[in-house]
């Protein structure tokens, strides 16, 4: 399991340093690995969880419907992502997450992720932290999709996803790949489709990054940065002991 824990690892490695039975404790409590297709749900709104799931590839993002079918993105989730570790202790969670490309995910039952949190307690700080940093991330765009304009909050979405991308070894050099459909883009921006796209035009036109399908190059990361009022401290990647 160590290649399905790996992405997990060079995260939590950024926070704070792993010991070798952390690594293996983490490895032993990813026993099944599924396939979501792009457009399934990965957990559904209000259901009750036996297990948590870990993204090891693709992109999903977690939504809460209104009974007429109306649908907010909340947060976009990436790989070596937890999606729901917060299910562990809330049994039913509020929201769905739904799979925007193929994904692969691995499950961790919960009577397993029970034993890990008593047997490492540094390791289970590591993972109360990776909720903290969930809930620091749903402020920020609680923010952006509140008071930011289109290209404050476009460039917001290219800096975060690009950073932590490059937390856990998918990105470098200001390059990575993000194969979400534009429509996708706007749901998660609260924006139409068509103002995506304009944005994405006059991003491109200032020289800030190049974006043709599903890959993306950031050319000038002050300007995003600028726009967006970026501070990555939210994400909390440096290595501070917990």
């Known amino acids: 399991m160590h290649d399905h824990s790996r992405l997990l690892e060079?995260?939590?490695?950024?926070?704070?340093?792993?010991a070798d039975e952390e690594r293996q404790a983490l490895r032993s409590v990813l026993v099944n690995i599924v396939v979501k297709p792009a457009g399934s749900?990965?957990?559904?709104?209000?259901?009750?969880?036996?297990?948590?799931?870990?993204?090891?590839?693709?992109?999903?993002?977690r939504y809460r419907d209104l009974?007429?079918?109306?649908?907010?993105?909340?947060?976009?989730?990436?790989?070596?992502?937890?999606i729901d570790l917060?299910?562990?202790?809330?049994?039913?969670?509020?929201?769905?997450?739904?799979?925007?490309t193929d994904c692969l995910i691995a499950e961790t039952p919960h009577d397993r992720l029970r034993?890990?949190?008593?047997?490492?307690?540094?390791l289970t700080r590591l993972l109360w932290l990776e909720t903290v940093v969930d809930?620091?991330?749903h402020r920020e765009w609680l923010l952006a999709l509140g008071r930011q304009e289109a290209l404050e909050r476009t460039a917001l979405l290219v800096c975060e996803v690009y950073t932590r991308l490059e937390a856990v070894g998918l990105a470098r050099d200001g390059a990575f790949r993000f194969p979400i459909?534009?429509?996708?883009?706007?749901?998660?921006?609260?924006?139409?489709?068509?103002?995506?796209?304009?944005?994405?035009?006059?991003?491109?036109?200032a020289g800030w990054l190049e974006w043709s399908g599903?890959?993306?190059?950031?050319?000038?990361?002050?300007?995003?940065a600028d726009a967006a009022e970026f501070n990555p401290s939210y994400l909390r990647l440096e290595k501070l002991p917990v």
């Not at 599903?214 to 995003?224: N, Q």
């Open 10 to 18: 060079n995260k939590l490695e950024r926070r704070d340093t792993l």
């Open 41 to 61: 749900d990965i957990v559904s709104q209000d259901a009750l969880v036996d297990h948590s799931s870990l993204v090891i590839g693709g992109f999903c993002a």
């Open 67 to 82: 009974s007429d079918g109306r649908r907010q993105y909340t947060q976009i989730n990436l790989p070596g992502d937890f």
């Open 86 to 100: 917060h299910g562990f202790v809330l049994k039913r969670v509020d929201h769905g997450v739904r799979a925007l």
């Open 115 to 122: 034993r890990l949190t008593e047997q490492h307690p540094h």
């Open 135 to 137: 809930a620091a991330m």
């Open 181 to 205: 459909i534009q429509a996708e883009i706007a749901d998660l921006l609260g924006m139409s489709a068509v103002h995506v796209n304009r944005t994405l035009k006059v991003m491109r036109e």
């Open 214 to 224: 599903a890959d993306v190059r950031i050319l000038a990361w002050e300007r995003l």
